[in-house]
């Protein structure tokens, strides 16, 4: 939503004064495969320990012919950071849509030779209630990992009391379904779910006109990015420091 917390703090203070209609582009809300995961979750009884992984194919090349001269996204004043807010912040968001705010981060943050941007962060959240996620974002130069075997390779693991959930993820603009599988202990079984690939950029602004015709809050909100903002400066702190950082 934005390049530093203090350019969130004064967002989220110049909409909560105009009192203007504020959605942030977080489109994992909109799409089917969270949504069933999210709506499965009571299912698995109390989570214990959880997995959010995104890891988008660079090759190596790429970091080689943008050493000298930079594009916008690989330039830290411009974008507060690279692997982090360009493809781990959706699931940040994602992670607290499920789970509420974390307490704490401990992350470990890498960067290439010449560049003042990451490529990999490797954190682990405490949750509120006692749980542990472990959290990767990275840049990878793996062309045929994930589940489609494309380098796009994004997965939630969930694992409870009673079960566990897995998601898939698949291409933001293809339009191959994601997997959801419910491990349910009870009966020893798998189930897998196909819940489609919709439109789920067009559904986000549809959401939002919506919340604008009809005066309501959106989801999410200004607040809602101003937690992720926090939280990847929390994750930069911590990296930098190699120790965690309070969230609350």
Not at 4 to 14: I, M, N, Q
Not at 73 to 98: I, N, Y
Not at 136 to 158: A, H
Not at 175 to 197: D, M
Request: proline share 5%.
């Amino acid at each position: 939503m934005t390049r530093t917390l203090k350019e969130a703090e004064d967002l989220v203070e110049e909409v909560q004064k105009t009192g203007l209609v504020f959605q942030v582009a977080y489109m994992k809300r909109f799409n089917p495969g969270f949504i069933l995961m999210k709506k499965l979750l009571p299912r698995i009884g109390r989570m214990e320990t959880g997995h959010f992984r995104v890891f988008h194919y660079f090759p190596l090349s790429f970091w080689e012919e943008n050493r000298r001269n930079k594009p916008w996204q690989l330039q830290a004043e411009r974008t507060g950071g690279c692997a982090l807010p360009h493809s781990g912040s959706h699931l940040l968001d994602a992670m607290f849509w499920f789970f509420g705010d974390p307490v704490s981060v401990d992350a470990r943050v890498m960067k290439k030779d010449g560049y003042d941007v990451d490529y990999l962060c490797a954190c682990f959240f405490e949750l509120q209630d006692g749980a542990t996620i472990f959290f990767e974002v990275s840049w990878q130069p793996l062309s045929r990992i994930g589940y489609r075997r494309d380098g796009w390779d994004e997965k939630i693991e969930l694992n409870g009391t009673q079960g566990r959930l897995e998601l898939y993820s698949t291409l933001w603009m293809g339009e191959e379904s994601p997997l959801v599988r419910q491990y349910i202990e009870e009966e020893q079984r798998f189930i897998e779910y196909f819940p489609g690939q919709k439109e789920q950029f067009n559904d986000e602004i549809k959401a939002f006109v919506e919340c604008v015709n009809g005066g309501r809050k959106p989801s999410p909100d200004v607040l809602d990015g101003y937690k992720v903002q926090k939280a990847m400066d929390a994750i930069y702190r911590s990296g930098a420091r190699k120790e965690p950082v309070r969230l609350t």
